[in-house]
C-alpha cells in the first residue's frame, strides 16, 4: 500500500489528453512538499518528467504539465503519442516517516 | 554531464548483507544541496524508495527499513555506498541510485543493478 495513490492504469487514443492523479495526505504533499513525476519506459531506469510539482526539465516537450491543490497532485499528457506509452510515478516526501521519500504506486499509461 | 553507476553482487543468499557501490561522475557530494537517493523496484512492481544521503552528511531512511539500511558517502571517491542487512528473496529486484539536485527531483539515474535473493 503505497502512500501516494495513483490509478492503476489510464489509456487514450492518440492526440488525447489524460490526466494522472497521485493523492496524498497531510503529512506528505498537503504538509507541502513538493510533488516530482517519473516516466519509466519498459526495462529502463525512471526519467524525472516534473520536478517542483509544475516544473519540466530541459527536454522534456510541454506536451507534459504537472499541478498541485491541497493533498493532491496530477500529471497531464496533451496529444497523447504511441512513445508516451510506459508507467509514471509521483514523488515526494512524508513528515509521519521521517521525512523520508515516497512513491506513488505508478501509473500504466496505455495509448490504444 | 552527470552519470551513476551501480555495482555489486547479482545473487545473495538469504541472511546475508547485500552491499551496493553507486559511484558517479559530474558532480560533488561535497556542494550545497546535492544528494545520492537509492531506489529499488521488485520485478513488475513499484519504486520503493530506500534511503538518502546529502551533501551535509544527513540521510533519511524508509522507516520500513531502517533497521537493515546503512548508506555512507566517500567525497573522494565520488561514491556512495548502501548496504542492507538480513537480505530475504522479498528483497529481489533492481537497485537504482540517482542524483538530487538543486530541483529537488531525482533528477539523473544510473541504469540499475539486478539483485536476486535466493538459497
Known amino acids: 500500500q503505497s502512500v501516494l495513490t495513483q490509478p492503476p492504469s489510464v489509456s487514450g487514443a492518440p492526440g488525447q489528453r489524460v490526466t494522472i492523479s497521485c493523492t496524498g495526505s497531510?503529512?506528505?504533499?498537503?504538509?507541502?512538499?513538493?510533488v516530482h513525476w517519473y516516466q519509466q519506459l519498459p526495462g529502463r531506469a525512471p526519467k524525472l518528467l516534473i520536478y517542483?510539482?509544475?516544473n519540466r526539465p530541459s527536454g522534456v516537450p510541454d506536451r507534459f504539465s504537472g499541478s498541485k491543490s491541497g493533498t493532491s497532485a496530477s500529471l497531464a499528457i496533451t496529444g497523447l503519442q504511441a512513445e508516451d506509452e510506459a508507467d509514471y510515478y509521483c514523488q515526494s516526501h512524508d513528515s509521519s516517516l521521517d521525512g523520508s521519500g515516497v512513491f506513488g504506486g505508478g501509473t500504466k499509461v496505455t495509448v490504444l | 554531464q552527470i552519470t551513476l553507476k551501480e555495482s555489486g553482487p547479482t545473487l545473495v543468499k538469504p541472511t546475508q548483507t547485500l552491499t551496493l557501490t553507486c559511484t558517479f561522475s559530474g558532480f560533488s557530494l561535497s556542494t550545497h544541496n546535492m544528494g545520492v537517493a537509492w531506489i529499488r523496484q521488485p520485478p513488475g512492481k513499484a519504486l520503493e524508495y530506500l534511503a538518502i544521503?546529502?551533501?551535509?552528511?544527513?540521510?533519511l531512511f524508509s522507516p520500513s527499513l531502517k533497521s537493515r539500511l546503512t548508506i555512507t558517502k566517500d567525497t573522494s571517491k565520488n561514491q556512495v555506498v548502501l548496504t542492507m542487512t538480513n537480505m530475504d528473496p522479498v528483497d529481489t529486484g533492481t537497485y537504482y541510485c540517482a542524483h538530487r539536485g538543486v530541483t529537488y527531483g531525482l533528477d539523473v539515474w544510473g541504469q540499475g543493478t539486478t539483485v536476486t535473493v535466493s538459497s
Open positions: 544521503i546529502y551533501w551535509d552528511d544527513d540521510k
Open positions: 517542483g510539482n509544475t
Open positions: 497531510s503529512s506528505n504533499i498537503g504538509a507541502g512538499f513538493d
